[in-house]
C-alpha cells in the first residue's frame, strides 16, 4: 500500500483564460496570468492511496462518491502513467482518491482549479513522475495548470497541435511583491451559473468581441502586466486587471444568448472601487471577476484597513449569518465622515456580500507529510 496527501491553491487569473481552440486537450486561446493565493485560506486537500488490494478506482470529492470514468480525469490519469518512473508496482495498482476544500464549493471559487491541480500533484509524487506537470494539470481544468506554482503564474497558450507546449510557468516568486493583498468578497447569489466550459464553448461560437479580443489585444496586456508585477508598478497592475475583467464580462454579454455572471451586488462593488480610487487620487484597489458574481480585490496591505472599512460600510454584514471576515486577521480602519459622504454610494441590504475572504499570495502545491493528514483510513474509506 502507498499513500501520499497533498495540498493545492486556489488561483485568481488577472488576464483570463476564455476560450479553447481545442477542447479534448484544453488548449486555450490566449495566455493567461494569474497569482497564487495563499493555501493555508483557501486550498484543496487531497489523499491518493494505492493499493494491490483494491478492486477499483474509487473518488470522493467533498464528502460524495463520484465517477471516475469522468473524461477528465481518465485523461490526467493516462498521462500520469506514460509519465510514470519505470518498474513501479503502485503504477499498476487501483486507486482511491479522496479531496476536499477548505472553502465552501457553494461560493463558485475556482475550486476545480486547485482540485485538479492537487489529483495531479499527488498522483505525480506517488508516481515518481518528473519535470512539468502543469501540461497534465491543464486536461483536467485549463486554469488548474496555474496552481501548481506558487506566486506570479503564467499559462503560455502554446503553438503546437498537441498541446505540448501549452503549460504553465513562473513569473515572479512568493516573496517578489511581499505587500501583495487579495480580499476576496463572497456575494450572495442565487442564480445557478453556467459552467466556465459551456460558457467559453458558446463564447466561442458566437462572440466576435472574443475574437477581436485574441487577435488585438490580449498580447500587449500580457506584456504590460508582466512588466507591472517585475517592477511592481500597482497602478499599471490594476489598470489592466480591471480592464481584461471588464472585456471578459463584455464577452460574456456578446455571447448569444449571453451569459451574465455578475449581479446588482458585484456591479455596485466595481462602482465602489472606482469612486473609491477616483476619491484617493490613484489607482489602490483593483476588482477582478471569474465566471460568477464574487468579486477578487488586489490591493496593497497598507490600504486593506480603509478599504474593508469603507466595504463594511456600504454592504454590512448580516449578523445572522456566519463571521464577516476569513483568513488573515483584519482590523478595519475608521473611515472619515468625509469619506462617508464624498463617496455617495448608498448603503446596500445587509448580508448582500456574506462574508470577505483575506490573503495573500503562496506558495504552490506541496505535499504534506504528517500521517495525521491523511483523509483515507488504512482500508482506503475516508475518514
Ligand atoms: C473565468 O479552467 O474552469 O476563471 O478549462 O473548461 O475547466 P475549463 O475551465 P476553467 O475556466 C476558468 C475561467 C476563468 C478565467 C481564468 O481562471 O483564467
Redesign the pocket.
Known sequence: MSVITCVAPV???V????G?RNEEL?LPLND?I?ATLNVEYMRAKTTVMASPTFKENKIWLNGKEESFENP?LQHCMKELKQRARKNTDVVNWNIHVCSENNFPTAAGL?S??AGYACFVYAIAQLYGVEGDITAIARR?????C?SIYGGWVQWHVGKSDDGSDSFATQIAGVSHWPEMRILTLVVNSSRKKC???DG?RRSIATSSLLKYRVDHVVKDRVEGIIRAIKEKDFKAFAEITMKDSNQ?HAICSDTYPPLSYVNEVSRRIIELIHAYNELRGTTKVAYTF??GPNACLYLLEEDVPEVVALIQYVFPSDTERVEYFKGLPINPGSLSDELKVKIDIPKQKPGSIKYIIYTDVGEGARVLNDDNEHLLNDCGNPK
Request: glycine share 8%; net charge positive.
Open positions: 488561483n485568481i487569473a488576464i483570463k483564460y476564455w479553447k484544453i493567461s494569474s477528465r475556482a476545480s482549479a483536467g481544468s485549463g486554469s488548474a496555474r459552467s466556465s466550459t467559453m471578459f471569474d465566471a
